[in-house]
């Protein structure tokens, strides 16, 4: 259900291309990357590039002279949800001197990107809705 809302967000997208704009596209275009590399499987390397090209998108946004402050709180609270997921998981890896955490504290870890996760989508769904 909830891949249906995003893809009839996006026809939106295209279909009306006059009430978007080109700033507003790209950052959603870069949260929408994230989240089907989340979807379809991705390492966390390509994740942190992901996550570091949506912060590009969002400041560049952001200085734009037509910033809609709606879309930009829902878009910057999705991307704070990707960049704590992506500490969570850096978090699971060994760590210099400490070696690997146990396994509860992994699984953990998993819960909370999984919460983080859902929360960018909702983030992100709230991010279309205010266009």
């Known amino acids: 259900m909830r891949k249906l809302a995003s893809i009839s ?8 291309p006059s009430l978007v704009t ?3 596209k ?3 275009k870069a949260l929408e990357r994230i989240k089907g590399a989340v979807e379809a499987g ?3 390397e390509r994740y942190s590039e992901l996550v570091a090209d949506a912060k590009v998108e969002l400041n560049i946004y952001e200085r734009s002279k037509e910033v809609n402050e709606d879309f930009l709180k829902e878009a910057e609270l999705c991307y704070e949800d990707y960049q704590q997921a992506r500490k969570a998981w850096s978090l699971k890896l060994p760590q210099p001197g400490l070696g690997a955490p146990p396994l509860a504290i992994k699984v953990q870890l998993d819960d909370k990107m999984q ?5 960018a989508a909702d983030h992100l769904e709230q991010a279309y809705k205010a266009l």
């Open 42 to 44: 991705v390492n966390l």
């Open 26 to 28: 790209d950052v959603l």
């Open 115 to 119: 919460e983080l996760w859902k929360s």
């Open 9 to 16: 967000m996006l026809v939106v997208l295209v279909a009306v």
């Open 22 to 24: 080109a700033g507003e």
